[in-house]
């Protein structure tokens, strides 16, 4: 009876783990593509040429930039060009 009981205590604290790191991973995964996605429209409405600045371009260091950090990652990457540090 206690084996039973141990299993399904098992199982609920497996199932439970899991369920927080898929949910953690899918808002992870959803901020990498909206990193992408504003990446994009920024180099696509051409934005940083409206401060006087050259686009961002798709280089291999943008797109990690982005997928890794997201909005955020978006936000350094155009700091750092209007500052004038290339990546």
Same mark, same amino acid.
């Given at each position: 009876?206690?084996? @039973? #009981?141990?299993?399904?205590? #098992?199982?609920?604290? /497996? /199932?439970?783990?899991?369920?927080?790191?898929? &949910? &953690?991973?899918?808002?992870?995964?959803? $901020?990498?593509?909206? =990193?992408?996605?504003?990446?994009? #429209?920024?180099?696509?409405?051409? @934005?940083?040429?409206?401060?006087? &600045?050259?686009?961002? =371009?798709?280089?291999?260091?943008? /797109?990690?930039?982005?997928?890794?950090? =997201?909005?955020? =990652?978006?936000?350094?990457?155009?700091?750092? $060009?209007?500052?004038?540090?290339?990546?």
């Amino acid at each position: 009876m206690i084996d @039973v #009981l141990a299993a399904i205590i #098992l199982v609920v604290v /497996i /199932i439970a783990i899991v369920y927080v790191l898929v &949910k &953690k991973i899918m808002i992870l995964v959803v $901020n990498a593509v909206l =990193g992408i996605i504003l990446l994009f #429209l920024l180099n696509f409405f051409h @934005v940083m040429q409206w401060m006087g &600045k050259p686009d961002l =371009g798709y280089s291999l260091a943008n /797109i990690i930039l982005c997928a890794v950090g =997201g909005l955020p =990652g978006v936000c350094i990457i155009v700091l750092l $060009n209007i500052l004038g540090i290339t990546i």
